[in-house]
């Protein structure tokens, strides 16, 4: 074995066949782009959502509405879901890391306690937003709501 008889390793050199290179190439005359049209040519490119110059679907379909990307969005908390909570677990205290652990939210969820259902029990209740009625009613009981 010498210099003179040298090889790169099976598989490691791949060549890409040479498109539009004459006819003795196997890929000559069309180069793989077909016979004619807009695609055949060069410098074609089209633009997103093009459709052969019909009506592309999204000025089809109507617009209508409005999102507003600062919109916050809570998970509503019942105070029924607050009670049976304190009932279980005999506690005091609820905040947004109780209703992650009982699977009422996500960790990273923003947390409003809504006013559906009774509450009878004195809670210390910490969350990111309260309902009107909701705060009434854990107040009511001799609890407290304080927004975090």
Do not use: C, W
């Amino acid at each position: 074995m010498d210099l003179s008889n040298l090889k790169p390793a099976k598989g490691s050199v791949k060549r890409e066949k040479r498109i539009g290179r004459g006819e003795g190439s196997g890929r000559g005359g069309t180069a793989t782009r077909g016979h004619k049209g807009q695609k055949s040519r060069s410098g074609y490119s089209r633009t997103a959502g093009f459709e052969g110059g019909q009506m592309p679907l999204q000025r089809r379909v109507p617009k209508f509405g409005f999102k507003n990307i600062n919109r916050k969005s809570y998970k509503g908390v019942n105070l029924d879901v607050l009670q049976s909570l304190a009932e279980k677990g005999k506690i005091s205290s609820i905040d947004v890391q109780t209703l992650v652990n009982a699977g009422f939210a996500s960790g990273n969820d923003l947390v409003k306690i809504l006013g559906g259902g009774k509450l009878d029990a004195k809670l210390e209740v910490r969350a990111h937003a309260f309902s009107e009625s909701a705060r009434e009613a854990i107040e009511k009981s001799g609890g407290s709501a304080i927004k975090i």
